[in-house]
Nanobody
Framework: QAQLVESQGGSVQAGGSLTLTCTDT????????MGWFRQAAGKEREFVAA????????NYAESVKGRFTISRNNTMSTLYLVMNNLEPEDTGVYYC?????????????????WGQGTQVTVSS
């Protein structure tokens, strides 16, 4: 089973940028659709972005469209999330996740492998 290791998050001011990475320690990374989810304190986990295994199809939550970009490097077994123009509402713990679904699912219960989570804090 894959183990997903996320990079350290960070703290930025509103309008700033951060890039998250997620590395799969197994050699099966390229076989799976990958996604990013986040969870703010006291709220449910929510979908952020997802990308299919060949980087053909991507999905984004409406709240991050035009600001966040998901990408992947299958050779490096790494998933990326570039976050620009960050807002305080983007604050939360960010998780990368893996799903056997072929399409970039927005549904958290379709993902069966999760990273440990990394904190992103955006101050106003």
């Amino acid at each position: 089973q894959a183990q997903l290791v996320e990079s350290q998050g960070g703290s930025v001011q509103a309008g700033g940028s951060l890039t998250l990475t997620c590395t799969d320690t197994e050699l099966t990374f390229g076989r799976f659709t990958m996604g990013w989810f986040r969870q703010a304190a006291g709220k449910e986990r929510e979908f952020v972005a997802a990308i299919d295994r060949n980087s053909v199809n991507m999905n984004y939550a409406e709240s991050v469209k035009g600001r966040f970009t998901i990408s992947r490097n299958n050779t490096m077994s790494t998933l990326y999330l570039v976050m620009n123009n960050l807002e305080p509402e983007d604050t939360g713990v960010y998780y990368c996740a893996q799903t056997p679904m072929l399409q970039p699912s927005t549904l958290w219960f379709e993902y069966n492998v999760w990273g440990q989570g990394t904190q992103v804090t955006v101050s106003s």
